[in-house]
T-cell receptor, first 113, second 113 residues
Framework: AQTVTQSQPEMSVQEAETVTLSCTYDTSESDYYLFWYKQPPSRQMILVIRQEAYKQQNATENRFSVNFQKAAKSFSLKISDSQLGDAAMYFCAYQDYGQNFVFGPGTRLSVLP | EPEVTQTPSHQVTQMGQEVILRCVPISNHLYFYWYRQILGQKVEFLVSFYNNEISEKSEIFDDQFSVERPDGSNFTLKIRSTKLEDSAMYFC???????????FGNGTRLTVT
């Protein structure tokens, strides 16, 4: 079965600095999607970034970028120029074409002024 | 480690039928949630539930949907008169308090034919 691991339950970063959130996963599939979701206190799920496994180029979305290492099954999220509004829970997630969808346990990010 | 359990893992139903998706949250958790993910699209918040009543719901959660905690352990999502567009993964989640990380179940894949 597919699994997603986030080894950092909590992280903190100084405002305007850069932080990297780790995610590793396990799958025997060759084609799949990886996601980072942000969950603010409202409990909504906000899609931050999405990566298709067949694409070698790392996805990027404004201040958010990923380091996708397919062979290592690693999918880290880098947040540059951190802002107070970035404080939230961040979930890494995996989905394959068989519709298996798995969330990681989450990392709580605090942004310090 | 305690986990959130969802049954069934896959449900196939005909359009117009009613379905009940079941979830057993972690036993000492008090806050319960339902999310859904249509294949290839983002995860969407449906509803949150606390103290035997809905605390928040999204626009998606219309009169077709209802949630219930019929006993001390189960948390159900009922979808009346299912439509083709209800086909999705449905995730249950629970947390011990309002600010604690969510624990997600493995999801129920609903297919409406």
């Amino acid at each position: 079965a597919q699994t997603v691991t986030q080894s950092q339950p909590e992280m903190s970063v100084q405002e305007a600095e850069t932080v990297t959130l780790s995610c590793t996963y396990d799958t025997s599939e060759s084609d799949y999607y990886l996601f980072w979701y942000k969950q603010p206190p409202s409990r909504q799920m906000i899609l931050v970034i999405r990566q298709e496994a067949y694409k070698q180029q790392n996805a990027t979305e404004n201040r958010f970028s990923v380091n996708f290492q397919k062979a290592a099954k690693s999918f880290s999220l880098k947040i540059s120029d951190s802002q107070l509004g970035d404080a939230a829970m961040y979930f890494c997630a995996y989905q394959d074409y068989g519709q298996n969808f798995v969330f990681g346990p989450g990392t709580r990010l605090s942004v310090l002024p | 480690e305690p986990e959130v359990t969802q049954t069934p893992s896959h449900q196939v139903t005909q359009m117009g039928q009613e379905v009940i998706l079941r979830c057993v949250p972690i036993s000492n958790h008090l806050y319960f949630y339902w999310y859904r993910q249509i294949l290839g699209q983002k995860v969407e918040f449906l509803v949150s539930f606390y103290n035997n009543e809905i605390s928040e719901k999204s626009e998606i959660f219309d009169d077709q949907f209802s949630v219930e905690r019929p006993d001390g352990s189960n948390f159900t999502l009922k979808i009346r008169s299912t439509k083709l567009e209800d086909s999705a993964m449905y995730f249950c989640a629970s947390s011990g308090d309002r600010d604690s990380p969510l624990h997600f179940g493995n999801g129920t894949r609903l297919t409406v034919t």
